[in-house]
């Protein structure tokens, strides 16, 4: 399924003529393991008040959750050619009211997490069990706003809220670790009064028992640092920051269909 939306991905990029490939590979796994293992959702019923909550707090990923939720049934495959598109439902960046299951409008980087937890504190308020998920960029992280919600997340003991972050290693101009010190990432959280741990980010298996797990700290937020590549999938596009603005010409299409092709 991974192979699959990534295979989406590219062509999106490529029709719609729309950057951060990068970025929208490098968070598939995580997408992939959040809607297919961990997160109690029904597709038929998008808006079901008991549903769990993913906000994509790096909107500049929308490409990588159109094409999730598409394969996941939310809405048919068929729109995916939309992107981008005026008159369309799937804008570059998530908006609100337009595709089935986008929680939040995102994008202007650093408020994804104060979002999801408005709503984690609405799910105590009225008394029902779910939980929301909050994938952020390691170079949003560098925002203040991110971690004044990480310290009332861990005061209230926001147990119903996990936060899943990115780890790339790559902001738009450089990489993370050079341009703010982000390092020890998982220590930050943790001294915030979280439950926050490491895992591969592309270990769809180990994703969805950490994510599985978050029930096991009932009066902690939990955060998982996930170690990512940027360009997951395309050899030629793994780890190369240019690819977070180029756009895929024919040529480099069909190469990167190729190495994503069905095995």
Known sequence: MARRIRREIVQMSHRARAPHLGSCLSCVDILVAAYWSALNIDPQQPAADWRDRLILSKGHGA????ATLAHRGFFPL???ATFNQAGGHLPEQPSPRGAPGIEAATGSLGHGLSIGLGMALAAGIQRLPY???VVLSDGECNEG???????????????N????VDFNRWQATGRSEEIMALSPLAAKFTAFGWSA???????????????????????????LIAR??????????????????????DEELHAALAELAER
Request: net charge negative; glycine share 6%.
């Open 197 to 223: 741990q490491e895992v591969d980010g592309h270990d769809i298996g180990a994703l969805a028992a950490a994510l599985q797990a978050t029930n096991c700290h009932p009066d902690q937020p939990t955060a």
């Open 63 to 66: 490409a990588a959750l159109y």
């Open 131 to 133: 939980r929301v998920m």
């Open 78 to 80: 068929a729109d995916l």
């Open 228 to 249: 990512t590549t940027k360009g997951k999938g395309v050899s030629f596009m793994e780890d190369d920051n240019n690819w977070h603005y180029r756009i895929p010409n």
């Open 145 to 159: 706003s991110v971690w004044e919600a990480a310290m009332f997340a861990g005061a209230h003991k926001l147990s």
């Open 161 to 164: 809220v996990i936060a899943v």
